[in-house]
């Protein structure tokens, strides 16, 4: 019996030391996930003093491997290029005035969002929404979100489509994402569902419904605090990080594949950017032969009611400016890096 005893109280002394053992190991865990949370908290919040690891490393220095998909024998399209962005910066507009060329052929639906919603529909799904046309046509699609794409996405995209062209829209940071914080705001008014953009609609509305609507979608009703924090939302702080998402697809498609557009020259120098947009995807002639000045004056996707179109007052602009100065800084810092002669507003000046 005593050499029972003696035996079950080192089991019993075993177990102690194995749970101090997982306490320790799961209190390092912790730690290393704080730090970690820490340091993405810092980054995104406008630390740039010590750049991260993915801002260092080289153009077209990618180490990921890129694999082949499984399902590569369905696809029947080769795509020419692709638009990623930026979200609420003209996407809409570039994609009508796209659709003009008679060389040029997208899907009749924007946004296609395959590579981040719909890739289980496979690719085969993917080849049958571009309209049949002639061999010498060249097909394209606008996907905004895309610009935000994880690495292996952009991996795939470069495999699949590696002479692909990659055109990207620079807006004003603080007008891009006060934009499209109105727009979420107008949609979780009506009870739409991610990814669900359409236009107001407000005329298909009674009296009760509209006046309901547009007060809780007035943004007069919201205090700094509310926009500010939808701002450090990761939807919103991401897709002001131009440069550290552009980085990434650099690391796939060189510098001569990516096109960067100031989104100011939709409204200063339509036609000439339109023909810069033809010439870097690889068709035939100007403009001037497929679109009229009418079509290239029309805009797209505005809020349909004046208090839905307020500007932002000037105690936010200050803290938006605040919050954006550093990923304007580095976008400006890259397009310098790339031989691009303009800029974005730096807010030095607010």
């Given at each position: 019996?005593?050499?029972?005893?003696?035996?079950l109280?080192?089991?019993?002394?075993?177990?102690?030391?194995?749970n101090?053992?997982?306490?320790?190991v799961?209190?390092?865990?912790?730690?290393?996930?704080?730090?970690?949370?820490?340091?993405?908290?810092?980054?995104?919040?406008?630390?740039?003093?010590?750049?991260?690891?993915?801002n260092?490393?080289?153009l077209?220095?990618?180490?990921?491997?890129?694999?082949?998909?499984?399902?590569?024998?369905?696809?029947?399209?080769d795509?020419?290029?692709?638009?990623?962005?930026?979200?609420?910066a003209?996407?809409?507009?570039?994609?009508?005035?796209?659709?003009l060329?008679?060389?040029?052929?997208?899907?009749?639906?924007?946004?296609?969002?395959f590579?981040?919603?719909?890739?289980?529909?496979?690719?085969?799904?993917?080849?049958?929404?571009?309209?049949?046309?002639?061999?010498?046509?060249l097909?394209?699609?606008?996907?905004?979100?895309?610009?935000v794409?994880?690495?292996?996405?952009?991996a795939?995209?470069?495999?699949?489509?590696?002479?692909?062209?990659?055109?990207?829209?620079?807006?004003?940071?603080?007008?891009?994402?006060?934009?499209a914080?109105?727009m979420e705001?107008?949609?979780?008014?009506?009870?739409?569902?991610?990814?669900?953009?359409?236009?107001?609609?407000?005329?298909?509305?009674?009296?009760?419904?509209?006046?309901?609507?547009?007060?809780?979608?007035?943004?007069?009703?919201?205090?700094?605090?509310?926009?500010m924090?939808?701002?450090?939302?990761?939807?919103?702080?991401?897709?002001?990080?131009?440069?550290?998402?552009?980085r990434?697809?650099?690391?796939y498609?060189?510098?001569?594949q990516i096109?960067?557009?100031?989104?100011?020259?939709?409204?200063?120098?339509?036609?000439?950017?339109?023909?810069?947009?033809?010439?870097?995807?690889?068709?035939?002639?100007?403009?001037?032969?497929?679109?009229?000045?009418?079509?290239?004056?029309m805009?797209?996707?505005?809020?349909?009611?004046?208090?839905?179109?307020?500007?932002?007052r000037?105690?936010?602009?200050?803290?938006?400016?605040?919050?954006?100065?550093?990923m304007?800084?580095?976008?400006?810092?890259?397009?310098?890096?790339?031989?691009?002669?303009?800029?974005?507003?730096?807010?030095?000046?607010?």
């Amino acid at each position: 019996m005593s050499d029972f005893s003696s035996l079950l109280g080192k089991l019993q002394n075993a177990a102690k030391e194995v749970n101090k053992s997982k306490q320790t190991v799961g209190e390092s865990t912790q730690d290393s996930g704080r730090s970690r949370a820490a340091k993405r908290t810092k980054r995104f919040h406008g630390d740039r003093s010590k750049i991260s690891d993915d801002n260092k490393l080289p153009l077209q220095n990618s180490t990921r491997k890129i694999t082949k998909p499984r399902d590569v024998d369905d696809l029947k399209v080769d795509i020419s290029f692709l638009c990623i962005g930026a979200q609420k910066a003209g996407t809409t507009w570039l994609h009508n005035m796209l659709r003009l060329h008679p060389q040029l052929s997208l899907p009749s639906q924007k946004e296609l969002h395959f590579f981040d919603w719909y890739r289980k529909r496979g690719l085969d799904w993917y080849s049958n929404q571009f309209p049949k046309c002639d061999e010498d046509c060249l097909l394209g699609e606008i996907t905004p979100c895309y610009a935000v794409l994880a690495e292996d996405k952009i991996a795939e995209i470069k495999y699949l489509f590696p002479k692909s062209k990659i055109i990207f829209l620079a807006r004003d940071l603080i007008e891009r994402t006060w934009s499209a914080i109105l727009m979420e705001l107008r949609n979780t008014v009506r009870g739409m569902e991610a990814g669900e953009f359409t236009n107001d609609h407000i005329a298909q509305m009674d009296k009760r419904e509209r006046e309901k609507f547009l007060r809780e979608a007035d943004p007069s009703n919201y205090d700094d605090n509310y926009f500010m924090e939808r701002l450090q939302h990761s939807t919103h702080r991401q897709r002001s990080d131009y440069a550290y998402f552009l980085r990434r697809w650099l690391r796939y498609f060189p510098k001569e594949q990516i096109l960067i557009i100031n989104y100011k020259d939709i409204s200063q120098r339509p036609r000439e950017m339109m023909d810069e947009v033809f010439s870097f995807i690889g068709v035939d002639g100007k403009s001037e032969n497929c679109i009229k000045d009418e079509q290239l004056e029309m805009r797209f996707n505005a809020a349909s009611e004046p208090q839905l179109r307020q500007q932002i007052r000037p105690s936010l602009r200050k803290k938006m400016a605040k919050y954006l100065k550093p990923m304007a800084n580095d976008f400006n810092t890259l397009l310098g890096e790339l031989g691009y002669d303009w800029k974005i507003d730096d807010y030095s000046s607010i």
